[in-house]
């Protein structure tokens, strides 16, 4: 029975992890078309994983408390996340007439480069100011109702949630490679990947501004 209670902050940790993971965004829609690329499928679902973990780890470490009381601080990563948002929405609208880059087996390399690739799942990780309010605010918040072990096993569930959400989501992706290789198919995502960017950039803005006006 203790061991049983003593896995309850795992169990709920890895419970909410999911939750919040699973929900449509860039990072998400980013891990699901490279997987149906298979272009740096294992780079970009481990790049996404550590941002994760590591912006997890500083909510669950106290950090959510500090970010929170910094204005200045969510405003440069709300505007900034918004803008990359739009321009990546961009790209993908465009990928969506070029029919070069619509080949689901295709050799080169969309990016054109591995850092290249890092750099833009860095960015997509990390300019989405929603992926702050997640992992280190509201995880971190409640992870600081538990103390000791029970916090590191909260923050642990966490963890292995986004671990298994984005190298499931980015392998996982290949069964549906007989799908994409309709050209129609890649229209299709791009188009989705496109609108997804742009309605996160739009609510960003949005709930800024209509605060600015509450205030």
């Known amino acids: 029975m203790t061991n049983q209670l003593s896995l309850a902050p795992l169990i709920s940790g890895f419970s909410l992890g999911a939750g919040?993971?699973?929900?449509?965004?860039?990072?998400?829609?980013?891990?699901?078309?490279?997987?149906?690329?298979?272009?740096?499928?294992?780079?970009?679902?481990?790049?996404?994983?550590?941002?994760?973990?590591?912006?997890?780890?500083?909510?669950?470490?106290?950090?959510?408390?500090?970010?929170?009381?910094?204005?200045?601080?969510?405003?440069?990563?709300?505007?900034?996340?918004?803008?990359?948002?739009?321009?990546?929405g961009i790209r993908s609208f465009?990928?969506?007439?070029?029919?070069?880059?619509?080949?689901?087996?295709?050799?080169?390399?969309?990016?054109?480069?591995?850092?290249?690739?890092?750099?833009?799942?860095?960015?997509?990780?990390?300019?989405?100011?929603?992926?702050?309010?997640?992992?280190?605010?509201?995880?971190?918040?409640?992870?600081?109702?538990?103390?000791?072990?029970s916090r590191f096993l909260f923050a642990l569930g966490a963890m292995v949630a986004s671990c298994v959400w984005f190298y499931g989501t980015g392998y996982g992706a290949r069964l549906l490679a007989p799908l994409f290789r309709r050209p129609v198919a890649w229209r299709i995502l791009d188009v989705l990947v496109g609108f997804t960017m742009w309605g996160i950039a739009i609510n960003l803005v949005w709930k800024k501004l209509a605060a600015g006006f509450s205030g």
């Open 94 to 149: 465009h990928s969506a007439i070029r029919p070069g880059v619509l080949e689901a087996d295709a050799d080169g390399s969309t990016f054109g480069s591995l850092g290249r690739v890092i750099l833009t799942t860095l960015a997509i990780s990390l300019l989405n100011p929603h992926v702050y309010l997640d992992t280190v605010l509201l995880l971190g918040s409640l992870a600081g109702q538990y103390s000791g072990q």
């Open 20 to 88: 919040l993971i699973i929900a449509i965004g860039s990072q998400n829609a980013f891990v699901l078309r490279q997987g149906l690329k298979r272009e740096y499928v294992f780079t970009v679902s481990t790049t996404c994983f550590l941002c994760d973990a590591v912006l997890i780890a500083l909510g669950a470490g106290g950090f959510g408390t500090l970010v929170a009381a910094s204005p200045l601080l969510m405003g440069i990563t709300l505007w900034g996340g918004a803008a990359f948002l739009f321009a990546y």
